[in-house]
């Protein structure tokens, strides 16, 4: 009898896995039933965070992990482009955020089950700060697809089934959202591609009623931004009356909408009894009487430092009253009027606040017909003028000599500004 001991030549003690390894890895595995990270040491939270899968449920992983290395592999793994400074350089907010935003882009009136965005409330009311919605779908109403394939090539289907047509109503959302400050909103289809139907682009006025009602109870939102949703002058009146008075709305925006003279009317109440600083109602349909209750507004306030009236048709009775409002507003400091149908009148009294406003840092009269002795009037408004640093003339017809003369004054202006800027807050007076 002969004891022989045979061993595996490539056997060694170091590829056993050692007891905590063991551990780290039952508790990754397990994580959805049992997650456990609170209790662990630094260095083990760290092993474990680094090995969770990014598909884990979020009723488990919203409140409880607030490593950004591991929201960073949620996005990174999610969508391609990640800009955090666009999130306050939070990976878990960008997540949650963008998260939410897709749902509510996919969000099918009496299809989706509500409860996709009411069960997400509670574990994203937390990092939740600004909401970009470029789409809102519309209910699906087979039945009465025949009879609307008929009509949409005509486009007399606008409105039509307006009472069924209703979108997703924000009100539960976004007042759940304690620490909501950005709203930017577009009711519409993107990509409909052949399925196009003008009621894909319908924001009823029930949607309007609800989003009003909504908004005026975030009190905290800075930025509201409704845009490219066929905004009338009904729905204008019903969402300012709702803001009227809010906290802390600082910025507006209704650009590219169907806003007329009494729309801008409303506007022009909400300017004073609110703490607006920017308001943005570009490519619009205001017309001069529009333009003069802003102008009146305007007179009168002491909040709002920028106006975008682009791409509307306030013509020269508009553009002098927001002229002789300059006169004595002490606050705007900047307003673009470009394609506006301005000619001569309105450059003649802009020359004016050229030489007398001391505010205003940025004018843009681009596409209007001011002409040569416009600019001429403009140029000696601007002799004395140190505090213009923008004078957008652009296809303004004022003459390629005057626009190169107007621009040396700006040019240099900008530049003292620029020289200047360190020693500004030292020289003013106490």
């Not at 930017?184 to 682009?201: A, S």
């Not at 507006?252 to 920017?278: C, F, M, P, W, Y």
């Not at 606050?331 to 050229?354: C, D, R």
Request: proline share 4%; glycine share 6%; with cysteine.
């Amino acid at each position: 009898y002969t004891h022989r001991v045979v061993e595996d030549p490539e056997w060694s003690l170091a590829t056993v896995p050692h007891l905590t390894e063991l551990c780290l890895q039952h508790i990754v595995h397990n994580f959805e039933k049992n997650p456990i990270l609170d209790c662990l040491l630094p260095e083990h939270q760290r092993k474990v965070l680094d090995r969770l899968s990014t598909g884990l449920p979020l009723i488990v992983t919203a409140n409880l992990i607030s490593d950004e290395d591991y929201w960073k592999r949620c996005c990174t793994e999610r969508w391609h482009v990640c800009d955090i400074s666009n999130y306050g350089d939070s990976w878990k907010r960008m997540f949650f955020e963008r998260h939410l935003e897709n749902i509510l882009k996919r969000f099918i009136p009496n299809t989706t089950d509500p409860n996709q965005v009411l069960e997400l409330i509670p574990l994203c009311k937390d990092y939740v700060q600004k909401l970009e919605v470029d789409q809102f779908l519309p209910p699906v109403q087979e039945d009465q697809k025949e009879e609307r394939d008929d009509l949409s090539d005509t486009g007399s289907d606008f409105g039509f089934g307006e009472v069924s047509m209703h979108h997703y109503d924000l009100g539960v959302l976004i007042t759940a959202l304690p620490h909501l400050e950005e709203l930017h909103l577009t009711y519409g289809v993107k990509d409909c591609g052949m399925n196009f139907e003008w009621n894909l682009f319908n924001f009823t006025h029930q949607d309007c009623r609800n989003l009003a009602v909504a908004v005026k109870m975030c009190h905290n939102l800075k930025v509201f931004k409704l845009t490219r949703s066929k905004v009338d002058d009904d729905k204008t009146k019903l969402l300012v009356h709702n803001l009227l008075d809010h906290p802390c709305l600082v910025e507006l925006n209704l650009s590219h909408n169907l806003i007329r003279d009494k729309g801008a009317q409303a506007v022009g109440k909400l300017i004073n009894r609110s703490r607006l600083e920017t308001l943005d109602l570009c490519n619009n349909q205001i017309h001069h009487l529009g333009a003069e209750a802003l102008a009146r507004a305007l007179a009168e306030n002491s909040t709002l430092t920028s106006l975008n009236l682009r791409l509307n048709c306030v013509e020269d009775k508009g553009g002098e009253a927001i002229g002789h409002a300059l006169l004595t507003n002490t606050t705007l400091k900047s307003i673009h009027l470009g394609s506006n149908n301005l000619s001569q009148p309105t450059a003649m009294l802009f020359s004016q606040v050229l030489a007398q406003n001391t505010t205003l840092r940025s004018i843009n009269f681009s596409c209007n017909h001011l002409g040569p002795d416009g600019g001429k009037q403009l140029l000696d408004g601007l002799a004395g003028n140190k505090a213009l640093t923008e004078f957008d003339l652009r296809l303004a017809e004022v003459g390629q000599e005057t626009e190169y003369l107007i621009h040396r004054i700006v040019w240099a202006n900008r530049e003292a500004a620029r020289l200047g800027s360190p020693q500004q807050p030292a020289a003013r007076p106490l």
